[in-house]
């Protein structure tokens, strides 16, 4: 087994040090509450609401956008008859795309394969001359796997990120800043929930129009692209 080497990390999308904190997002959760003096909702358990409510604005945004919060890093990958193996990265969400690295030329994508079938029957040896199989790769609990890599590359793992817990009060989610007031609407919810009741109505209305205004937000971003012009002569 080995570990991540050469990392070099990108990602589509960087949050801008702005929008609401988590102390400022437990007073506004609280206001929706109609408990601003937290006699109701605890703070532990408000937290938990806000996390939660992070992570459904997060599936809003990865249904418009599965490569919204994508990170890339580079795997080193070393030839051998047995599987190469990787730990996954500490904030690995969801698997992207892989790819084998070719220093000229287009990349390579890699072809998942059961881990149970990870070795069919079968010899390379009678390949027609100049083909090769593309790399193959299994994930494992917190492991991805490539299989008898038959030499050394670079392989590039694209992923969607998990969103960083927020716990003390100076903490900012990297969830767009123009949406925090919807994390905290949707933490509301949870917290009516918890308690049996319904979201009084014109804070629902709120929470979806905002909730498609997110997804609106994401798909159009998706559609920008540079404007050019055309100087005839």
Not at 15 to 33: H, N
Not at 78 to 91: I, T
Not at 108 to 124: L, W
Not at 160 to 174: E, F, I, M, Q, V
């Amino acid at each position: 087994m080995s570990t991540i080497t050469g990392a070099a990390l990108t990602s589509d999308y960087t949050p801008a040090d702005s929008g609401l904190k988590l102390g400022e997002m437990l007073s506004v959760t609280r206001e929706y509450l109609d408990d601003p003096n937290g006699r109701r909702h605890k703070r532990n358990v408000l937290v938990r609401h806000i996390n939660a409510a992070q992570a459904d604005c997060k599936r809003v945004i990865e249904q418009a956008d599965d490569s919204f919060f994508s990170v890339m890093v580079d795997l080193t990958v070393v030839s051998g008859d047995n599987d190469y193996e990787f730990d996954l990265p500490a904030d690995f969400s969801k698997l992207l795309h892989i790819e084998k690295v070719v220093a000229s030329g287009t990349p390579t994508p890699a072809v998942p394969i059961n881990f149970a079938r990870r070795h069919p029957i079968g010899d390379e040896r009678f390949l027609p001359e100049g083909l090769s199989t593309p790399p193959t790769y299994y994930l494992r609990d917190d492991k991805i796997g490539i299989v008898k890599p038959g030499d050394s590359y670079t392989l590039r793992l694209y992923y969607s990120r998990a969103l960083p817990r927020l716990d003390a009060d100076a903490d900012s989610s990297d969830i767009p800043s123009d949406y925090h007031d919807l994390v905290c609407l949707q933490a509301a919810k949870r917290g009516f929930g918890s308690e049996q009741r319904q979201m009084p109505p014109d804070l629902e209305g709120l929470r979806q129009e905002l909730t498609a205004q997110l997804r609106t937000y994401v798909e159009d971003r998706q559609r920008q692209y540079p404007t050019f012009v055309d100087l005839l002569e």
